[in-house]
């Protein structure tokens, strides 16, 4: 099949673009390497993609006039997984137009590139944040949704909201994934597993917000790209809801829209992951315990019934198995001679 993926110099994009042509799909990857995050990391994972057959790199922002048209170039994607977005909760308060800019500007070229070439599906990221402070013990997709604690949730929860009108109105079927916090190799330096990482192995002190009560459903990358590319085959039909014991199914009823949570399953305390990255590199971090930070929630957890009802399958790698494959990722590629973190 042919897809177009947006966001594959990311961290995610990059996985399931890699996934797909492993699999002997051809991807379009839409990237416009924005300077977020060191974008030599960016530019290392396109260079891996560039080496394997089927794969066009186009390097563009969201937002330009006629970008995404021109880069399927005459030739429609069967699929197109829409990735690229600005990320992060606690940037969104420092540049919150960047959000508005990538996550609804672009999110509404995406959409119109779908109007105009029909894909099969379009399957695009939310995130977790969407479920606010929800004092929820699992979190489900039928939750309401509309009370935000950030920008950044706000702007995905827009989004979903503006998919579901395309979807309606244009027919175009769509699934929205909400992410759970992902980690793995080639992960993002903004999150908290690379700068913990980076700042034990340079005996620095790490800042841990929340005073350590946080909780997250962290999700292995690869785990995550598996419940991706069997999502891409779970085409939403309205009014074709899955009924199953113990399962709500959120598909839309006016629309071929729904969203399904992506998690991990297993939600781990704050302070246990940081003693399992300690464990792993042998050596003891310097806690820096910190109040919790705005726009942060206390603790996020999946149900994992409607993923695994529609695909058959649930993410199953245990924490520590992920961590060590960071790390032993992080040591190779990122930790030089000289102790400092960089991208090489
Ligand atoms: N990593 C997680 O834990 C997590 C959790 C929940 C949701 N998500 C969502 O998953 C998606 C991918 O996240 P990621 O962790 O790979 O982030 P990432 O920052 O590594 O990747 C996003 C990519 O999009 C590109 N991009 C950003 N704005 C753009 C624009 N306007 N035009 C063109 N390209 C643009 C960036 O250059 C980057 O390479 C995002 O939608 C993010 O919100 C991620």
Same mark, same amino acid.
Request: proline share 6%; charged share 25%; net charge negative.
């Given at each position: 099949?042919?897809?177009?993926?947006?966001?594959?110099a990311?961290?995610?994009?990059?996985?399931?673009?890699?996934?797909?042509?492993?699999?002997?799909?051809?991807?379009?990857?839409?990237d416009g390497i924005t300077?977020?995050?060191?974008v030599?990391?960016k530019r290392?994972?396109?260079?891996?993609?560039?080496?394997?057959?089927?794969?066009? +790199?186009?390097e563009?922002?969201?937002?330009?006039?006629?970008?995404?048209?021109? +880069?399927?170039?005459?030739?429609?994607?069967?699929?197109?997984?829409?990735?690229?977005?600005?990320?992060?909760?606690?940037?969104?308060?420092?540049?919150?137009?960047?959000?508005?800019?990538?996550?609804?500007?672009?999110?509404?070229?995406?959409?119109?590139?779908?109007?105009?070439?029909?894909?099969?599906?379009?399957?695009?990221?939310?995130?977790?944040?969407?479920?606010?402070?929800?004092?929820?013990?699992?979190?489900?997709?039928?939750?309401?949704?509309?009370?935000?604690?950030?920008?950044?949730?706000?702007?995905?929860?827009?989004?979903?909201?503006?998919?579901?009108?395309?979807?309606?109105?244009?027919?175009?079927?769509?699934? +929205?994934?909400?992410?759970?916090?992902?980690?793995?190799?080639?992960?993002?330096?903004?999150?908290?597993?690379?700068?913990?990482?980076?700042?034990?192995?340079?005996?620095?002190?790490?800042?841990?917000?929340?005073?350590?009560?946080?909780?997250?459903?962290?999700?292995?990358?690869?785990?995550?790209?598996?419940?991706?590319?069997?999502?891409?085959?779970?085409?939403?039909?309205?009014?074709?809801?899955?009924?199953?014991?113990?399962?709500?199914?959120?598909?839309?009823?006016?629309?071929?829209?729904?969203?399904?949570?992506?998690?991990?399953?297993?939600?781990?305390?704050?302070?246990?992951?940081?003693?399992?990255?300690?464990?792993?590199?042998?050596?003891?971090?310097?806690?820096?315990?910190?109040?919790?930070?705005?726009?942060?929630?206390?603790?996020?957890?999946?149900?994992?019934?409607?993923?695994?009802?529609?695909?058959?399958?649930?993410?199953?790698?245990?924490?520590?198995?992920?961590?060590?494959?960071?790390?032993?990722?992080?040591?190779?590629?990122?930790?030089?001679?000289?102790?400092?973190?960089?991208? +090489?």
């Amino acid at each position: 099949m042919r897809f177009l993926v947006t966001g594959t110099a990311g961290f995610i994009g990059f996985h399931v673009a890699r996934r797909l042509l492993r699999d002997g799909h051809s991807v379009v990857g839409f990237d416009g390497i924005t300077p977020y995050y060191d974008v030599r990391l960016k530019r290392r994972r396109h260079a891996t993609l560039n080496q394997m057959p089927g794969f066009a +790199a186009v390097e563009a922002m969201l937002e330009t006039p006629d970008a995404l048209i021109e +880069a399927v170039d005459g030739r429609n994607p069967d699929v197109v997984i829409h990735l690229a977005a600005q990320a992060g909760v606690r940037h969104s308060i420092e540049d919150p137009e960047s959000y508005v800019s990538a996550n609804l500007v672009g999110l509404l070229k995406v959409l119109e590139l779908c109007r105009a070439v029909q894909p099969k599906h379009l399957v695009f990221s939310s995130t977790s944040s969407v479920y606010g402070m929800s004092p929820k013990s699992e979190f489900v997709e039928t939750d309401v949704t509309d009370r935000p604690v950030s920008l950044y949730a706000a702007t995905k929860k827009s989004g979903e909201v503006m998919a579901h009108s395309y979807a309606h109105l244009f027919g175009i079927p769509t699934t +929205a994934c909400r992410f759970f916090t992902v980690y793995g190799p080639s992960g993002r330096p903004d999150m908290s597993l690379f700068k913990f990482v980076r700042a034990i192995l340079n005996d620095e002190p790490i800042d841990v917000f929340g005073e350590g009560k946080h909780e997250r459903d962290f999700t292995y990358i690869d785990d995550l790209v598996e419940a991706i590319v069997r999502l891409v085959g779970c085409i939403p039909e309205t009014g074709n809801p899955v009924v199953e014991a113990d399962v709500t199914d959120s598909l839309s009823a006016v629309a071929p829209y729904r969203e399904v949570n992506i998690a991990g399953g297993k939600t781990v305390g704050l302070m246990r992951y940081i003693e399992l990255i300690e464990e792993i590199l042998g050596r003891k971090a310097r806690l820096n315990m910190l109040p919790m930070q705005p726009g942060d929630v206390v603790r996020t957890t999946a149900s994992p019934a409607l993923l695994k009802a529609l695909t058959g399958y649930q993410p199953d790698t245990d924490i520590r198995t992920g961590l060590e494959k960071f790390i032993a990722w992080y040591l190779s590629e990122i930790h030089d001679a000289s102790g400092r973190g960089v991208p +090489a």
